[in-house]
């Protein structure tokens, strides 16, 4: 069965703005932290953005200050608000559970599709 579904993504030109979302199933979402994660063609995938089930946050320094995220725990979502985009920002995102410190490691269950975000002039 599905357990984390994304969506949201799109094309945009650099400095807009795109809304990310993820449903994950209650068992994931009701005791983990929760991140947004994304790959970009030949890179490795990479935890950008980190939020605990009390709502504290982390970010990666590549998007911080351009991107907030945010959850709620009532409907098993959460959401990355992606303002100031630029063309690195291009890249396949996804959610999973993370660690709000995010070099430590969080036990991740199986990946979703993912949305595909592209920044482009």
């Known amino acids: 069965q599905v357990q984390l579904v994304e969506s949201g993504g799109g094309l945009v030109q650099p400095g807009g703005s795109l809304r990310l979302s993820c449903a994950a199933s209650g068992t994931i979402f009701s005791t983990n932290t929760m991140g947004w994660y994304r790959q970009a063609p030949g890179k490795q995938r990479e935890l950008v953005a980190a939020i605990t089930r009390g709502g504290t946050t982390n970010y990666a320094d590549s998007v911080k200050g351009r991107f907030t995220i945010s959850r709620d725990n009532a409907k098993n979502t959460v959401a990355l608000q992606m303002n100031s985009l630029k063309l690195e920002d291009t890249a396949v995102y996804y959610c999973?559970?993370?660690?709000?410190?995010?070099?430590?490691?969080?036990?991740?269950?199986?990946w979703g599709q993912g949305t595909q975000v592209i920044v482009s002039s």
């Open positions: 999973n559970v993370a660690n709000v410190i995010l070099k430590y490691p969080a036990p991740i269950v199986s």
